[in-house]
C-alpha cells in the first residue's frame, strides 16, 4: 500500500485533505481536450516536482476522473486514486532539492468540489465553461499540489469546438484551428497557485480597452453596449491603482463576462469573470470591478501562504472599492469607513481576523473589518507614508507568498511608534476596534 508522511501546518488545519507541504509544483504543463456537449474532458498533465522533504511518493489531489496512466521520468510508476488523491511511487527515493517529471493522464466528465459556499471548480455553464476554484476548486480539473503557498508557472493547452472562445491564464501564444475544433494555447510565465488556475469556454465577441496595460473584454454580443460602458472607466481605476499600490504587476488583464448570472465575480491571475446580472449599462457593480482588479496585486501577485491570512486579500480588495471611490470623485474612503464600522459594531463580535476559521474566509466581516483596519492604518501613517509603505510591500512581495506577521513587520518599519496594540486589536482580537 502507498503511504506517505504528513506534516502538519495551518493550512491542513483549515483543508486538511488538500496540498503535500512534503514537495512542491514548480510548474504545471497541461494539455486538455474537452468536449462542451456530453461534458468530457481528456487531460494530459505534466507536472516539475521538487522535494522539500526526503520522500519516495508523491501526492497529489485530483477529482473523480479515471487515471489510465502515471508516468514519472518516463517511466511507468505504481499508484492509488482514491478519496481525491492521486498517490505515486517518485520511482527513486527523492532528497530535497530533486526534482521528477511526473505524467498523468486521465480522463472524465469534471464535477465541481462541493464544499461550504458551493461547488467549486470546473463547472457547466448554460453554453460554455466557467472555472472558479477558490478556495479548493482546482482538483476539478487537473491533478494539483493544491495548496496556496505552492505557485508555479503553467502551459494550458485547450482544443473545443471552434464556435467557442477559450481563456486561460497568460498569454495566447497560438491559436490552431482543425477538423476536430480550436487549440488554444496560453502560457503563464509569472507563478500562480493552483486555485486562480482559470479557463473560461464561451460564444464570446472580443473588445480591447486603451490603456498602457493591455485590457480586453469578452462577453455575449448582446451585451455590447452595456460592457463597454460598465468597464469604460476600467483604464483610470488602473492607473490609480498603479499610483497607491505601485505598478500592475502582470502583461495584461482581461475580463470574461458570462451569459449566466454569478452570485460574485471571480477572481483569476491576469482575468476576472463576471455574471451578466453585474452589467447594466450603468456602472452600479463598478465597485466590483475595483475589487476584482485590486485583486491582480493583493491576491495573485501577492498571495497568502495559509488561508487563515484571507484579509491580506480581501481587505486590500475591499479598501481599493473605497480608495477608487474617493479617486473617482464619488464618497471619501473615510465616509465608506465610518459607515461600515457602524454596520460591523451591530453585528456579532466574534471573528478574529487574522484567523477567522475554515468556514469564515468569505465572511464579509473579514472583507470589511480588512478594509477598515487598513483605513486605520492610514490614519496611523499619514497617507504619505501609508501608501509608500503599500507600494513597498506589493514590490518586495512580487510574486510571492505573504503572511499577517510579514505585513505587521513590514508595517511598522513606516511608524514612529510601536504597532503592537493597534494591530493586536484590529486583528487579533474579536471586538471591533474604536474607529479613530
Known sequence: MLETKRNVSVHDRYFARHGDENHRVDHYDLTLDYRIGPNRLDGVARLTLVAVEPLSLLRLDLGAFRVSQVLV??????????????????????????????????????????????????????????????????????????????????????????????????????????????????????????????????????????????????????????????????????????????????????????????????????????????????????????HELAHQWFGNSLTLADWRDIWLHEGFSAYAEWVWSEASGDEPAGEHARRWHRRLASLPQDLVLADPGPENIFDDRVYKRGALALHALRGTLGDAAFFAMVREWTAAKRYGVVTTREFIGHAQRYAHRPLDTFFWTWLYDARLPYLP
Not at 510565465?189 to 493552483?194: F, L
Not at 486555485?195 to 480591447?208: F, P
Not at 451578466?276 to 466590483?288: F, P, T, Y
Request: aromatic letters at 10%.
Open 73 to 290: 521520468d518516463g517511466e511507468r510508476v505504481p499508484y492509488t486514486h482514491r478519496e481525491n488523491k492521486l498517490t505515486l511511487s517518485a520511482g527513486r527515493p527523492l532528497e530535497p532539492g530533486e526534482a521528477v517529471v511526473a505524467e498523468v493522464r486521465y480522463s472524465g466528465s469534471p464535477r465541481p468540489v462541493r464544499s461550504h459556499w458551493g461547488d467549486l471548480g470546473w463547472e457547466e455553464l448554460t453554453d460554455g465553461v466557467i472555472v472558479a476554484s477558490q478556495p479548493i476548486g482546482a482538483p476539478s480539473w487537473f491533478p494539483c499540489n493544491d495548496r496556496p503557498g505552492n505557485k508555479a508557472s503553467y502551459r494550458i493547452s485547450v482544443t473545443a469546438a471552434s464556435a467557442y472562445q477559450v481563456i486561460a491564464n497568460g498569454r495566447l501564444v497560438s491559436k490552431s484551428r482543425a477538423a476536430s475544433g480550436t487549440t488554444w494555447v496560453y502560457e503563464q510565465d509569472e507563478p500562480m497557485a493552483t486555485y486562480l488556475a482559470s479557463v473560461q469556454i464561451g460564444r464570446y465577441q472580443r473588445a480591447e480597452l486603451p490603456g498602457t496595460v493591455p485590457q480586453s473584454l469578452a462577453f455575449p454580443g448582446r451585451l455590447a453596449a452595456q460592457v463597454k460602458h460598465d468597464f469604460g472607466r476600467q483604464e483610470h481605476m488602473l492607473a490609480v491603482f498603479a499610483e497607491r499600490f505601485g505598478p500592475y504587476p502582470f502583461d495584461a488583464y482581461n475580463v470574461v463576462v458570462v451569459d449566466d448570472e454569478l452570485e460574485i465575480p471571480i477572481e483569476a491571475q491576469g482575468m476576472s469573470i463576471f455574471g451578466r446580472n453585474h452589467v447594466d449599462g450603468r456602472r452600479r457593480s463598478e465597485r466590483l470591478v475595483a
